[in-house]
């Protein structure tokens, strides 16, 4: 299985592999564009010399920071995604003893659960676990037993809402148009 969320061949393949990778880079996913939010993983794995989950963690919070914001930044707010970073990777260690498969293995969880435990992560709220979910579920072979309804919209199969459904640049230009619909009809509703 090969991701295609980024672009970069790189960063797909850290994304495919680092199950850490692929949740830092969905909590990157907020006020940038998805293809940048997922690099957002590679670029720190270079500047670590790796993604390891328990040096993230570790790591002194200055200068993970300054790691984060060294150009090209990890993120439009570097501060502030650097201390969400460390946040979850904290969860991890805590809550999954540093395994992120932990959350959809341990205990055989079914959709709910995964969604549950997804949601008691620093910085996943419902809509950014829901679309972890079905990122896991259609692209990443975690399929718990009702992984779909725990997902909601974003888990319907053939949809185009979100990184879930990104396969390819046409897919990613078909979820960027659904977003971009989705946005014209708040704002029209909004009067």
Not at 50 to 57: I, N, R, S, Y
Request: hydrophobic share 45%; charged share 25%; aromatic share 6%.
């Amino acid at each position: 299985m090969t991701l295609w969320l980024t672009g970069d061949a790189a960063a797909d393949h850290l994304l495919s592999d680092d199950p850490f990778a692929l949740l830092v880079g969905m909590l990157l996913d907020q006020q940038v564009t998805m293809e940048s939010a997922f690099a957002g993983p590679s670029k720190i794995a270079e500047r670590m010399g790796g993604l390891d989950v328990h040096e993230v963690a570790d790591a002194d919070p200055e200068q993970f920071a300054a790691l984060c914001a060294t150009p090209p930044a990890v993120h439009r707010y570097p501060g502030s995604m650097a201390g969400r970073i460390q946040a979850v990777a904290r969860a991890v260690v805590e809550e999954y003893h540093g395994d992120v498969a932990r959350i959809w293995t341990t205990g055989d969880p079914d959709g709910a659960t995964v969604l549950k435990r997804l949601k008691a992560l620093p910085g996943f709220g419902d809509q950014k676990a829901r679309i972890f979910l079905a990122l896991l579920g259609k692209q990443y072979g975690v399929t718990p037993d009702g992984w779909r309804e725990a997902a909601g919209a974003y888990g319907e199969e053939g949809s185009r809402r979100s990184i879930a459904d990104v396969t390819d640049p046409t897919s990613l230009a078909e979820v960027r148009a659904t977003k971009q619909a989705a946005k014209a009809a708040a704002k029209a509703a909004r009067g």
